[in-house]
């Protein structure tokens, strides 16, 4: 599928024109590249990351099952099943930032504030997620002479760092801090939502495909560390 007809598609799908699983018989004839691109258009054409993110929950699904079907293939100390698994607690945690973003401006209970400040404290802990993949992954990817990817993925590592840290920061105050949460959230969920589907489906198969010093790229990711949501540690 073009990307230019898949734009439309998505457009369709903004202006209500077909029903989401319309939209996703034609999100799953797309390369994730694609899909990539098609979303950069409508950002460029105007429409908000709060506006886009049901499209990442459309292309997230189209792929689900190849994604689920990877990490079975994986054994459990693999270093990319551990990424994917961080990626399935990351997005638990977008998951929780959205519902939060959508009702914030009633008010939030004090249970709210709680899963809010440990959602945003979950995005710091994975910055160990993106150091690992930083210093093994991408030089490796690199030097087969795979640049594209990794290098997209550095430039959204760099994007989405800061805003996490105000993130974090903001919801220490949260009453006082409303608006700027919610478009905060809205930033890191679109953005980041879409950052694991490029990896979860062009760089770690990429990786798999092209790399093999596996028990060394393990050790390389122990001395770096885990993320707390992977082994209980607050």
Known sequence: MSVDKLTEVLMDLADGKISEQAALEHIKEATPAEISRAEQN????????????????????????????????????HPIKTLMLEHDE?????????????????????????????????LIEAEKHHKR???????????????????????????????????D???KSPEENTKEIKKTIDYIVFHLRNH???????????????????????????SIGYCCFNHGEE
């Not at 997230?60 to 099952?65: I, N, Q, S």
């Not at 998951?95 to 809010?116: D, Q, T």
């Not at 210093?135 to 760099?158: A, Y």
């Open 42 to 77: 409508l950002l460029d054409r105007g429409l908000s990351e709060s506006d886009l993110q049901k499209f990442c929950k459309v292309h997230l699904k189209a792929v689900e099952d190849e994604v689920d079907e990877l990490k079975r293939d994986l054994d459990d100390d």
């Open 133 to 167: 993949e930083e210093d093994t992954l991408f030089p490796r990817l690199k030097d087969k002479g795979i640049t594209g990817p990794p290098s997209i993925m550095e430039m959204d590592h760099e994007d989405l760092s800061p805003k996490k840290k105000e993130l």
């Open 196 to 222: 694991i589907f490029k990896e979860n489906n062009i760089l770690y198969p990429s990786a798999l495909n092209e790399l093999s010093d596996w028990d060394e790229i393990k050790k390389e990711c122990d």
């Open 169 to 171: 920061k903001l919801v």
């Open 90 to 122: 990351i997005l638990n945690s977008l998951k929780v930032l959205e519902e939060i973003s959508e009702r914030i401006e009633e008010g939030l209970s004090e249970e709210n504030k709680e899963r809010l400040k440990e959602a945003a404290h979950h």
